[in-house]
């Protein structure tokens, strides 16, 4: 079946800091990829997505770029802000039409990240 | 634009009462989702909507719990009698239509406690 995994948390960071969140990913054919955001006691967001191979998605500053080969999808921002202290979650969906399944987010453990000043 | 809608935030209850939780997804999306997300862990997929008319509930373990969608809005998810197992947050999300390029769109959740 499907499944995402993460990288083990939490992740500390010093404002201005390079970051870094590993994620990987089991699916058959070619899902789409997903960033979800869940800020203190608000809702996931959709941070950003890719839906083929190469694809880079972006979003406030954050990128992940889509890598069948190593079947990653890594989130990257180069200087975080302590507005950005959250839980990320990566997630895959997939990408072919039909079946009940179709839609469903399967989401990785997620990773806390504290931003400090 | 309202968001996704869901109450009641937080909810205690002692193992083996009902419990009720309801959802009112964004005006005009067709497709509703509840997820279960245990501490510490992604949201797993309970049952998708198309409409009232639930497409995926593989994953709801239906000798305790049930879901409903009349009239294709608005959703309520039930559990009776509650497990301490069963405490964890409730989420309720919507999109426009199923599929992986229409954006889920979550609400903020229903934190049940079974004591």
């Known amino acids: 079946g499907n499944s995402v995994t993460q990288m083990e948390g939490p992740v500390t960071l010093s404002e201005e800091a390079f970051l870094t969140i590993n994620c990987t990913y089991t699916?058959?054919?070619?899902?789409?990829l997903f960033w979800y955001v869940q800020y203190p006691g608000e809702g996931l967001q959709l941070l950003l997505k890719?839906?083929?191979?190469?694809d880079k998605g972006s979003n406030k500053g954050f990128e992940a770029t889509y890598r069948k080969e190593t079947t990653s999808f890594h989130l990257e921002k180069g200087s975080v802000q302590v507005s950005d202290s959250a839980v990320y979650f990566c997630?895959?969906?997939?990408?072919?039409?039909?079946?009940?399944?179709?839609?469903?987010?399967?989401f990785g453990q997620g990773t806390i990240l504290t931003v400090h000043p | 634009e309202a968001g996704v809608v869901q109450s009641p935030r937080y909810k205690i209850i002692e193992k083996k009462q009902p419990v009720a939780f309801w959802c009112n997804p964004i005006?005009?999306?067709?497709?509703l989702y509840w997820y279960l997300q245990n501490l510490g862990q992604g949201p797993e997929l309970l049952i998708r909507?198309?409409?009232?008319?639930?497409?995926?509930d593989s994953q709801l373990p239906k000798d305790r719990f049930s879901a409903e969608r009349l009239k294709g809005v608005d959703s309520t998810l039930k559990i009776q009698p509650a497990e301490l197992g069963d405490s964890a947050v409730y989420l309720c999300?919507?999109?426009?239509?199923?599929?992986?390029?229409?954006?889920?769109?979550f609400g903020p959740g229903t934190r049940l406690t079974v004591t």
């Open positions: 005006s005009g999306h067709n497709t």
């Open positions: 890719a839906t083929k191979a190469d």
């Open positions: 909507y198309e409409n009232e008319e639930a497409v995926d």
């Open positions: 699916a058959t054919g070619y899902p789409s």
């Open positions: 997630a895959l969906s997939r990408a072919n039409a039909g079946g009940t399944s179709y839609g469903k987010l399967t």
């Open positions: 999300a919507s999109s426009l239509a199923p599929g992986p390029y229409y954006e889920q769109y």
